[in-house]
């Protein structure tokens, strides 16, 4: 249960699916967590759910000043970060000859963008022996109709771990990240489709997985807990949870 005594983590998409599960994992091993979040009622549930081990804060992924903000919360509070799960995300399912530059440009912002300048502004506070990990997707590896733009981000954020693990190893941070398939998450709700569209969508990815199922957010934060802690001779590398989609 003290595994991860005395350690702290930034979770950024932290009050729903993914980085909830995460977050949850961190507490229940004894790490003081922060996690962020755009929506008021996800951040009041997410509060209510991970109670005083953890404080949530409305953050907005996209804003840099947010981020400013953020890291002075992180400074004030805890000192220093040993693990930020940069996790904010989500695709929009959109065909490729109907994406508008509005789109392109959110999904770019959040998915790469975001990341990028997150990781700029709490490096200063990571310690030797810190780490990063981002959340991709299985996306930036599979061609996949209507994520085009948001395969298109995740493939720059895979990159992007390489560049970092490579400029962060003289300062002893070891940057890495995990790749979900079809996780069981409401993310699809949150761009606004219908639940007969996402049972549908779910269904298609069902059959399209070796494994034949969805993955569950817990099976993702154990893959999460491995990079940021326990792989500590482990950097710029990319682990998939998809069960086997990607490899198979």
Known sequence: MDRFKGKTALITGGTTGIGLATAKLFINEG????????AA??????????????????????????????????????????VLFANAGYGRFIPFEAVTEEVYDEMLNLNAKGPYFIVQKLAPLMPEGSSVVFTTSIANVKGMPTLS?????????????????????????????VSPGPVVTPILQKVGMSKEAEDQVYLQMTQSVPMKRMGQPEEVAKAVAFLAIDATYTTGTELPVDGGWSQL
């Open 31 to 38: 790490a003081r967590v922060i996690v962020t979040g755009r």
């Open 41 to 82: 009622a996800t951040i009041k549930a997410a509060q209510a759910e991970l109670g005083d081990n953890a404080i949530v804060a409305r953050s907005d992924a996209t804003s840099l000043p947010d981020m400013d903000a953020l890291a002075a919360k992180v400074k004030e509070t805890f000192g220093k970060l040993d």
């Open 149 to 177: 733009a948001y395969g298109a981000a995740k493939a720059a954020l895979r990159s992007l771990t390489r560049s970092l693990a490579a400029e962060l190893l003289p300062r002893g941070i070891r940057v890495n990240a």
